[in-house]
């Protein structure tokens, strides 16, 4: 019996309007992140789902966190909270609906054609971070019009030419307004995940064969959208690929434009230039924080990309509590990776994140609902943040932080360090 039938949901019907249509019929259909994952699967040429949901190696980072985040048990207390909390937390001086967002994600267009567009609408919408990606499908200047109060924009290292391209990407940042950036710091080596590789998407060209062809086809609903929205592009770096660049000139201009890990001396350089809040994402060691928070970084985003870069590393929820308690009275905290609940996002609250975020999930939202995706994956979460917190007596997103947790996978650094 395959997954679809255990789970009795029906053949897919074909979702596609930027307007979110039955969010109640919805939720009794796709009632969790896991069961839009299941219904993803089948709904979007192989290829995409493939691009989406690999990991590095053996996909054994991916499981990993997972399984971590199960782990951590929260103890409630009881006859403290009438009602159900409220969710609003403030993050660098900015207030959002929810402590949680959407992580930058590169080409999400694959997965379904205009993802950008419903994932910055969605996030606008509901009031919660969107952030765009270097290689996302959106320009800085598009996301500002359709998301201007929740937008924040990631970076990746491009230094040739000491860093023009990187530093007009910021100028263009900062004159769009956007609220945040983000400095992405673990993609040091450029890696491949083996699940892209088999199905033709490690090749830094993106030349559809027989293959891929007859997954399209199978996929009627992705074509339509691709019809009407467009390959995936990389927007942001268009302009700069030469006139008349087509998606693989633009493809090979970012894999010699991108590459390599911000320096401690780059960074600083960065926080020099952008006067708005600062974000360094991928840190995992107590002393990086340390670091980056001495340069004057205002935010440090615990992430191990969600186990697309190497499936070694330890599940970011288990570095967070060392990370938080090393620098969280002088920096906001962020985490991501593994998160597909409300409840993650509560474990991430009481372990000592202000937000969290959940990449992945975004990406099934779109394989499953097409443009209707992203807000479900929003309402999802938040009504299950609110939910758990209401479960544990938790009157607010700070106070999950009181909370007494079991942690078996708490990775110890000693105490806290000193740089
Ligand atoms: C398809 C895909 C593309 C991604 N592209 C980027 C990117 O361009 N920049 C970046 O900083 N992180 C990128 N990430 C990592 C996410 O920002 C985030 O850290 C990760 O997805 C969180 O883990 P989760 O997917 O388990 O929620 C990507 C993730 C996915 C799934």
């Given amino acids: 019996m395959d997954d679809r039938t255990a789970m009795n949901i029906k053949?897919?019907?074909?979702?596609?309007?930027?307007?979110?249509?039955?969010?109640?019929?919805?939720?009794?259909?796709?009632?969790?992140?896991?069961?839009?994952?299941?219904?993803a699967r089948r709904h979007i040429p192989h290829f995409a789902f493939e691009y989406c949901d690999g990991g590095a190696g053996t996909d054994a980072?991916?499981?990993?966190?997972?399984?971590?985040?199960?782990?951590?048990?929260?103890?409630?207390?009881?006859?403290?909270?009438?009602?159900?909390?409220?969710?609003?937390?403030?993050?660098?001086?900015?207030?959002?609906?929810?402590?949680?967002?959407i992580p930058p994600m590169g080409g999400p267009a694959l997965v379904w054609p205009?993802?950008?567009?419903?994932?910055?609408?969605?996030?606008?919408?509901?009031?919660?971070?969107?952030?765009l990606g270097t290689v996302g499908g959106l320009t800085i200047e598009e996301a500002a019009t359709i998301a201007p109060d929740v937008l924040w924009f990631q970076l990746y290292r491009?230094?040739?030419?000491?860093?023009?391209l990187g530093f007009d990407l910021v100028r263009r940042a900062d004159a769009a307004a956007v609220h945040v950036l983000v400095l992405t710091i673990d993609v040091p080596v450029r890696t491949t995940r083996p699940r892209e590789v088999v199905v033709g998407l490690a090749g830094g060209r993106f030349s559809p064969d027989?293959?891929?062809?007859?997954?399209?086809?199978?996929?009627?609903?992705?074509?339509?959208?691709?019809?009407?929205?467009?390959h995936p592009q990389f927007a942001n770096l268009t302009s700069y690929a030469g006139p008349n660049a087509n998606i693989n000139d633009v493809i090979s201009f970012a894999r010699s434009e991108i590459g390599g890990g911000f320096t401690w001396e780059e960074i600083a350089r960065f926080r020099d230039r952008w006067k708005r809040p600062l974000v360094l994402k991928?840190?995992?060691?107590?002393?990086?924080?340390?670091?980056?928070?001495?340069?004057?970084?205002?935010?440090?985003?615990?992430?191990?990309?969600?186990?697309?870069?190497?499936?070694?590393?330890?599940?970011?929820?288990?570095v967070l509590p060392a990370i938080a308690a090393q620098v969280g009275s002088r920096a906001t905290i962020l985490m991501d990776s593994g998160v597909r609940s409300g409840t993650d996002v509560v474990r991430a609250l009481a372990l000592g994140a202000q937000a969290a975020?959940?990449?992945?999930?975004?990406?099934?939202?779109?394989?499953?609902?097409?443009?209707?995706?992203?807000?479900?994956?929003?309402?999802?979460?938040?009504?299950?943040?609110?939910?758990?917190?209401?479960q544990i007596g938790a009157s607010s997103p700070a106070e999950a932080n009181a909370t007494t947790i079991r942690h078996p996978g708490a990775l110890a650094f000693g105490q806290t360090l000193s740089p």
Avoid: C
């Fill in 11 to 39: 053949a897919p019907q074909v979702v596609d309007s930027s307007a979110y249509r039955g969010g109640t019929k919805l939720k009794a259909r796709f009632p969790t992140i896991p069961h839009l994952r299941r219904h």
């Fill in 210 to 230: 027989l293959r891929m062809i007859f997954d399209m086809l199978s996929a009627p609903g992705w074509l339509m959208a691709l019809q009407k929205y467009g």
């Fill in 114 to 131: 205009g993802a950008d567009t419903f994932m910055a609408k969605a996030a606008q919408q509901a009031r919660v971070p969107y952030t």
């Fill in 357 to 390: 975020f959940a990449g992945k999930a975004f990406l099934w939202g779109l394989g499953a609902l097409g443009a209707d995706g992203p807000r479900h994956v929003i309402e999802l979460l938040i009504d299950e943040t609110r939910a758990s917190l209401g």
């Fill in 282 to 318: 991928g840190i995992m060691h107590p002393l990086d924080a340390e670091r980056a928070v001495s340069l004057g970084v205002d935010g440090i985003w615990v992430s191990n990309h969600g186990g697309r870069q190497i499936e070694a590393l330890p599940a970011s929820i288990d």
């Fill in 158 to 164: 491009l230094a040739r030419n000491d860093h023009a």
């Fill in 61 to 101: 980072g991916i499981a990993h966190n997972w399984t971590a985040l199960d782990a951590v048990e929260l103890v409630p207390r009881y006859g403290v909270m009438p009602d159900l909390p409220p969710l609003g937390v403030e993050l660098f001086g900015r207030k959002y609906a929810a402590p949680l967002g």
